[in-house]
DNA sequence: ATAATAATAGTAATCATTATTATTATTGTT
DNA sequence: AACAATAATAATAATGATTACTATTATTAT
């Protein structure tokens, strides 16, 4: 993978957020700086972080959602006001359940949390 | 909501089937029923049977699955033949455990395992 | 039987994403 | 530093799932 100014853009601007934004959000973002900038090429960088594990994709509600935050974690969406958040919980024993139960073997564990986040309830 | 020969046999196609059909895989099921029934149509009477809670709907890969097996459970993919398996678990534990250390209300749990299912391990 | 209108078939439109292609930029090698 | 190989790009077209539109047909309460 060679460098490329684009890729370095898209980076960072997905690393600045906790909002796990889309393609089409880091796009507009990304032309801020570089105004010419395609949404294909945001998409195919994208694709390689993704790829080399440097960035992480959440599918929410059929579009992808990207996010720099690595370490094992999983996702509460407020259906108010529609917001991703981040929650940290141990999966480990769950798994372990379902692979004693079934005779899978599981490498992913996706976490989907629906509700009202604590602003809502107030609001 | 009216009665009509279309949605009955559309509900009676994914009810037939433990496999998480697409709009398109019921549409090309309904047709040998009603060669000339509609996409279309598939895609309204799926969502209101959804609507009613008569279905349930499954995201995989951001493609929707139509599911008639209402009872709480979830899913776990397998990442080489890509069928998608109904697994029950509880999963009461795990919202109290995050009810409790949040300040969230949560309504919807999705479980979305990824792995190896028993069949692709022995091939 | 009839009137009101929900549902349909057929088709066009939309939206996220991927593919194509000619041009430009990066990088290892002289 | 110039060069050749080719990865990456901008611009645009294409795709695929889903939704919207519309004139016609089917259902249902009166």
Known sequence: MRHSKQREIIHSIVQGTQTHPTADWVYNQ??????????GTVY?????LVESKTLNTVNVDGIIHYDAFLSNHQHFQCKTCNQVFDIEVNTQDFISQVESKTKYKI????????GICEKCQNN
């Open 107 to 114: 490498d992913r564990c996706q976490i989907h949390l629906v």
């Open 44 to 48: 195919r960088n994208l694709g390689q």
């Open 30 to 39: 990304a032309r801020k700086e570089l105004p010419n900038i395609s949404l």
